[in-house]
């Protein structure tokens, strides 16, 4: 049942653009997640001969160099909300 306590966490995770933000990756989480990505999608596509011996696999290697890519762009980690972790600091609004 939603109580007014549900409620108030609700509103006070709203920013002041109205948006609700659910923002749980740091800046230096961000900056390693999109190097990683970019290499895990850069590297099998600039260099297929030296990937063609993983088979299909270099295609689990792209996409999970795009969902690093989307987390790095996002600053929303669905695995960190599950593990309960938060590298971003936490705005005082």
Known sequence: MLTLKHLRRYESSINTL???TMANVGSLDRVARFVLGAVLVGAPLLLPAMFAPLGAWRFALVGWGVAMLGTAAFRFCPAYTLL????CPVSKA
Do not use: A, P
């Not at 309960?84 to 590298?87: F, K, Q, S, V």
């Open 18 to 20: 109205g948006h609700h």
């Open 84 to 87: 309960g972790i938060r590298t």
